[in-house]
């Protein structure tokens, strides 16, 4: 637990840094204003991509949980494409995704509460919804969203 | 703020603010999840903790999945608070708001939770961590999201919405 803490803190310390918890910022790049928030994404893919690379090789196990390093792997079905869609849907309006809205709270945007209340109203719906679908076959409970 | 190399200063219209803001952030972003992951095994998503807080307070069953994990998932956002606090004490100097409609916030919030939930994952999950893993699935995620906020924000835009 205090290791998820000292990694969320350096998280949000990025997001922080990188203004993308500021929702005019990521609406100016999807605008085409400013390009500098694929470096954000794909700065934090390329360090992730390096150590999900060589730690399965380095270590067996994870030393703190026992559990075995693996990929970050999601059965691809159409929901990826639906729900991606959804969300695209969102961030282009509101210019705000879940880590940088956390993080937006931390940089004292109280007004980011309205954001987060509709992540959560949204979260609960399709929970709802699924819950209640009888055919709702998701094959990946543990993994890690 | 580390300075630009000169060649980038030259490609100024494409990035106003330069660009070393958001490498040294991106780089922030993915070594977070990559000392969760090192210490842990786990590779780390910030929309699942919509849905596992869900459960504490819901007895839908979609949310008990999350359960297992819903505890670290809190400290994990707790930190990302916390981290976005120290940037805004050190270099920002004080509190922030934004001045995008409230609407626009809510209304986004609502398709963000939904999307990112049956989407599997959202810019942390798919794009940091599942892009990182080379997944094929997070990299067909990452661009329907991006060509739809693209394709969305330039609408909205369009209409005359500002900010």
């Known amino acids: 637990m205090p290791l998820v803490l000292v990694g969320g803190l350096i998280f949000g310390f990025g997001l922080g840094y990188s203004h993308m918890a500021r929702p005019e910022v990521v609406l100016n790049f999807l605008q085409f204003e400013d390009f500098g928030l694929l470096f954000v994404m794909f700065g934090g893919a390329a360090v992730t991509g390096i150590v999900f690379f060589v730690m399965p090789r380095v270590l067996d196990r994870a030393p703190l949980t026992g559990d075995p390093f693996e990929r970050r792997l999601k059965s691809f079905d159409r929901n990826v494409l639906v729900g991606g869609a959804i969300f695209g849907v969102g961030w282009g309006l509101s210019g705000i995704c879940p880590g940088a809205a956390y993080a937006s709270l931390g940089i004292g945007n109280v007004t980011i509460l309205w954001a987060l209340a509709g992540m959560f109203i949204g979260a609960y719906l399709q929970g709802w919804w699924r819950s209640r679908a009888t055919d709702d076959v998701d094959p990946s409970p543990t993994g890690a969203d | ?163």
């Open chain 2, 1 to 163: 703020m580390v300075a630009d190399p000169v060649p980038l200063q030259l490609a100024a219209e494409l990035f106003p603010n330069g660009i070393s803001r958001y490498a040294v952030g991106g780089l922030f972003v993915g070594l977070g999840a990559a000392v969760i992951y090192v210490g842990t095994g786990i590779s780390a998503g910030a929309s699942t903790f919509l849905e596992s807080t869900l459960s504490y307070v819901s007895g839908q069953s979609r949310f008990q999945q999350y359960v297992a994990s819903r505890d670290w998932r809190l400290v994990f956002t707790l930190g990302i608070i916390l981290g976005a606090a120290v940037y805004a004490v050190a270099y920002q100097g004080g509190a922030w708001t934004t001045d995008v409609a409230w609407w626009r916030l809510l209304l986004g919030g609502i398709f963000v939770g939904v999307g990112t939930r049956v989407g599997k994952g959202c810019t942390s999950g798919h794009g940091v961590c599942g892009v990182g893993s080379a997944s094929k699935t997070s990299l067909a995620g990452v661009l329907a999201f991006l060509l739809v906020a693209i394709l969305t924000a330039q609408v909205v835009a369009a209409l005359g919405v500002t900010p």
